[in-house]
């Protein structure tokens, strides 16, 4: 079945360094979506990407899809203790018409101030 | 906007009793909601997609007789969790997918954090 990696499990930096996730699936993707949890609380959404190779930013965070549409990051520049939780990206189903997403493992982010 | 909420956020109960869970959109009509469970440091599992005046549908290994999901409203889904044990205690999430919105996009409440004892 259709599967969703993410690496790394884990990233540990210190305030101010820049992170990456990335995120590769099995299976072409109509879109992929990314969210974050904060540590307690719920999955938040933060984007779609639907383009191949399409690139969108928001503030310091830089989310890319690429070109064949299984594989996708997410960057932060200068990290922040506010960034501290772990992100998800996810992908439709393959099977279905969309609605059910595939979630990534996650990576969960720590940041020292 | 695109505000969901659950309710209770906390329950603590008894193995063998029955938990309701209750998941609303606040400012949008969602005509699919989804039901996740989330064990520590693990990734979100769908358990079920919940559609609204239909019968729900479950993942593989989801015993629906276990989990009863009713979506009577395009803002209301709920989960029941009958004759919980302890192997049941999680954090329960659900999402809806706002009709107008970016297609698949979900948007997830606060959750549940069951604990059977």
């Known amino acids: ?113 | 906007g695109a505000v969901v909420s659950q309710h209770p956020s906390w329950v603590i109960c008894k193995s063998g009793t029955s938990v309701k869970i209750e998941c609303r959109s606040l400012d949008f009509q969602a005509t699919t909601m989804f039901w996740y469970r989330q064990f520590p440091k693990q990734s979100l599992m769908l358990m079920a997609t919940s559609n609204e005046g239909s019968k729900a549908t479950y993942e593989q290994g989801v015993e629906k007789d276990k989990f009863l999901i009713n979506h009577a409203s395009l803002t209301l889904s709920t989960l029941t969790v009958t004759s919980a044990h302890p192997e049941d205690s999680s954090f329960y999430i659900c999402s809806a997918q706002d009709v107008g919105g970016l297609g698949e996009t979900q948007y997830f409440g606060p959750g549940t954090r069951l604990l059977v004892l």
């Open chain 1, 1 to 113: 079945g259709q599967q969703v990696m993410q690496i790394p499990q884990y990233q540990h930096v210190q305030e101010g360094e820049d992170f990456t996730t990335y995120c590769n699936s099995s299976t072409t993707l109509s879109n992929i979506q990314w969210y974050k949890q904060r540590p307690g609380g719920h999955p938040v959404f933060l984007i779609q990407l639907v383009k191949s190779g399409e690139v969108k930013k928001q503030k310091r965070l830089t989310f890319q899809f690429g070109e064949a549409k299984k594989n996708s990051s997410l960057h932060i520049t200068a990290t922040q203790t506010t960034d501290v939780g772990t992100y998800f990206c996810a992908g439709p189903r393959e099977e279905t018409s969309g609605s059910r997403l595939t979630f990534g493992e996650g990576t969960q982010l720590t940041v020292n101030p």
